[in-house]
Every structure is written in C-alpha cells, then in structure tokens.
C-alpha cells in the first residue's frame, strides 16, 4: 500500500474536543469492518476515559510504568497479563460473552494462567496427583449434550495445585507435569481419575498485580477449585471448574470465578466404589455431571445476545462471521 494514496483528514490543531473523531478516522482505512469497529470504540474509551478522570501525565506514566513491569514479569511459565484480566474482571467478562449458556448446560469460568499443553494423557481410573501430602480425591464425572445424551470420546483437560496450593509448573525443579492430566470421556461420556481433594491458594502475587491488589486492600486468594476444559468438534469449548462449598474464599474469589452452579459438595466412596475403583475408605468423592453446548446453539445465541445488547446501546449492528460491526448501509 502506498502511504501517500491514502485517504487521511487533515491532522492539525487537534482539541481535547475533536481528536478522538480524527483518530478514529486516521485508524478507519484499513478494510476489516470488525478490526476497524474495535479500534474504533476502543479509542473512544480510552479517550473518554482520560477526559473523565482528567488523567495527569504523572499518572498515566505510573500507568505505563505499571504496564510495562507487567510485561517484564512475564516468561514461558508466567502471564502477568491474563492475571490483571482476572482481577479485572475482564476474563470473567469475556468468557460470559463469548460462550453464552443455556440454562441446561455447564456454566463456564476462567482459564487463569496455569493451563499447560504438556499433560500426559491419562487412562480412566488413573491418578493425576502424585503429592503425598495430597487428600485422596475419587473424581466420577460424564459429558452429555444439553438433550442428555452422552458425548464420546471428548478431550478433557484437567488440572489443579498441590497440597501446598502450588501448579507444578510454579516449581522451579519441575521435571514433568503433575497435578494435571488429559483423559477422553468413554462412550458412555464417563470419565474418572483420582486426585487431590483442592485446596484455596493465593493467585501469584509477588509482582505488579500483586502490589495492584494490595494497593486496593483485596486479598489475593482463591477458593479450592480444579479445573476442567472440554473439547470435541460440534461443540461449544468448555472451560470451567468446580468449586468446594464451604471454602473461606467461596464469596470473595480474587479473580470472580465462582458460580453457585460450579459449587460442589464432596461426599465419601461407599464400598461400592472402594472395590470398583481401587480406592481406600474415607476416600473423598467428587460427582459431577457436566454438559455441553453444541456449535450451533451456542452460535445462535452469542449472535442474539449481541445484537440484543448492542440495540440496548442504541447501536445499529450486523453479524459478520459471528461477531457484530455496525450496519452501516
Ligand atoms: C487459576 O485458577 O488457576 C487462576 C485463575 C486466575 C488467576 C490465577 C490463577
Ligand atoms: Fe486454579
């Protein structure tokens, strides 16, 4: 592209009044109507917001100073970033918009930064944990559709800390994965391991979040949660987790991940279980029957929901390869 051919306004004695229609104008030259509406409500927005609060230079440099040690602390094993969205809200907020649910199936949460591509895949019955310390956790799960029917052969990704509430990768002498594991849902949807029962652990909190959330006196605690993300073609990817009742942290999670619906009570293996799946008495036991939202119905849905929303703002929109843009013809 010739930069000399394209079409620019006239970019001079900008105001606090008139720069933000110039610069959405100058960022409206390139041909993705979606890229160009986000750009364009994202400079909207930030340029509100420097209005708003009358923003000083002096503060918008801690902001940049505070972004760019977000960045530093960031390595293959750590994502300062995803962590601000987290105590943000901003996760949370993401996932509830992309992957709407109906109410039939598995309410999804958020990812957080401790998901790894290396897990072993694990046979039914195996156990996920090795940690010693670690009470013995009987897990019995299924995936079934929305009508009920099992989902075979779905990939489920599960994870969760150790006894001390660290990831294995939070272990510098980490020599292979642990405390997570990737099974397939059997033809009936069952899936079962053994585990750890979960314990409430602080998220990482010795870097720029960490002194964000102390600047605003909030804990940086989560409640005792393991994880679980499902994937199988012509369904909804699911990430979500479940959480145990009772936990000190179930109303005050620092990342905003609980739903009452994710909230599990765990009972204790009965002999039947004890024999079945090799385990020892007073084992605890955790059931939980999760469902899935296919492609389609999910598709529909994000696509009402957005131009629900979006009419409520008064915006005209349509829905390009899901997603909207303004209706501009
Ligand atoms: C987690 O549950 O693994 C997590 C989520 C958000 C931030 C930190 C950790
Ligand atoms: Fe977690």
Redesign the pocket.
Known sequence: MDPSQVKIPELKNLTIENITENVIKINSNNPSPRFKYILERLVTHLHDFARETRLSTSEWMAGIQFLTATGQICTDVRQEF??LS??LGL?LLIDSIDHPKPPSSTEGT?????HTHDANDLPHGDNMSHDPAGEPLLVLCTVKDVSGAPIPGAKIDI?E?DSSGK?DVQHADRAEPDGRCVMRSDTDGNFWFKAIVPVPYP??NDGPVGQLLQRLQRHCW?PS?M?FMFEKPGYDHLIT?LYLRGDPYETSD??F?VKESLIIDLGVVGKEEIEKYGVKEGTKLLKYDFVLVGEEESKKLREERSKEALEKLGRRVKIVEGLPVPDVD
């Not at 958020?110 to 401790?114: A, D, E, S, T």
Request: no cysteine; glycine share 10%; net charge neutral.
């Open positions: 995803i962590l987290d105590i996760s958020v990812l957080g930064p401790f994870w800390t990831y998220i990482p989560r949660h994880h987790a620092a990342v991940g």
